[in-house]
């Protein structure tokens, strides 16, 4: 590709209008006025509304799982209003609509789960009885399989609304992605890092995915030099997982892919709503194996684990 290459058209960004995604949209701008020398005025951002954002008095099981926070953004896309679309991957659904793909990951952040209370250092130094604010099915499962005494209320909103809440005292203690926080610059406040091997993020936590048209040539072009491979690699491998549970916000699910070298560890969980059961899955390959390894770790899980039996009752 031309090297200092000029558009006709400026590059139009769809994105989420939260303060983090519009961090992440920024970033995705950057890496593009970067990797091809263009101007500022060439890279345009676009928030748009999505009902997930608007819709905050439900859970999101309740009013229709992860879709809510990419249908308007994928539909701008479709007609053309944007050019590209930048998304947490955690946040999208198994599969995307005809006529998208997914054309860039940019480098992955800490894809672990943080811990964040005002009472205690982390969870198992919480009180008897503490009540947990979180969104998150996966997470409120997980939290009940460590320590089934916690309540959990619904805790939807934005990072900083979520914080807010916290220091308002609502609750004792809530759970946020640590790579969203890293991103925000607000690291400070994060009591604990929660290890992998006492909570399994969500599938392709940490990622910033960028979607485009698949028949658009050009923005494809724009976007290879931004492809993070090491990520891309990692998450095609969590949502092959994913794809083969038809995992949505309803269903408790957790995954994640760690490369070593040539090597892949890929480390898959199913749990039940009120963390009761669970069924986990380990599974090591290549790095060419990525996809084909996380579908059959999903294969494999869905002989063990009855995901309508787990999906059958609410929390606690």
């Known amino acids: ?15 989420r209008a939260s303060r983090l995604a519009l961090v992440q949209a920024h970033e995705t701008r950057q890496r593009l006025i970067e990797a091809h020398g263009l101007a500022p005025d060439e890279v345009e951002i676009l928030p748009i509304s999505t009902a997930g954002d608007r819709i905050k008095d439900r859970s999101l099981a309740e009013i229709g799982g992860k879709g809510l926070f990419t249908k308007e953004i994928e539909t701008a896309l479709m007609e053309g209003r944007i050019d590209l679309a930048v998304h947490s991957m955690k946040d999208m659904p198994s599969a995307l609509p005809d006529g998208l793909v997914m054309g860039a990951m940019l480098p992955r952040e800490d894809p672990r789960d943080a811990f964040l209370s005002l009472v205690a250092p982390d969870i198992a130094g919480l009180p008897r009885n503490a009540v947990m604010g979180t969104s998150s099915v996966r997470r ?102 994913l794809a083969v549970l038809d995992g949505s916000c309803r269903t408790p699910i957790a995954g994640l892919c760690l490369i070593d070298g040539e090597d892949l560890w890929f480390r898959g969980m199913v749990l039940a709503l009120d963390g009761d059961s669970a069924h986990e899955i380990e599974k090591r390959g290549g790095l060419a194996d990525a996809e084909r390894l996380g579908r059959a770790a999903g294969e494999e899980m869905l002989g063990k684990a009855d995901l309508q039996y787990l999906t059958a009752a609410a929390p606690a």
Do not use: Y
């Open 140 to 241: 409120r499962a997980q939290i009940k399989r460590l320590r089934p005494d916690i309540g959990t209320v619904e805790f939807r909103g934005n990072v900083d609304t979520r914080l807010a809440k916290l220091s308002a005292g609502l609750v004792h203690a809530t759970l946020l992605a640590s790579a969203g926080l890293r991103r925000m610059g607000m690291a400070d406040r994060i009591t604990a890092l929660i290890e992998p091997e006492e909570m399994l993020p969500a599938v392709a936590q940490g990622a910033i995915g960028i979607e485009h048209r698949e028949d658009d040539a050009r923005t494809a072009r724009l976007l290879e030099p931004l492809d993070h491979r090491p990520t891309s690699i990692a998450v095609q491998c969590e949502r092959a997982f």
């Open 1 to 15: 590709m031309a090297q200092n290459p000029r558009w006709n058209v400026a590059i139009r960004i769809g994105t």
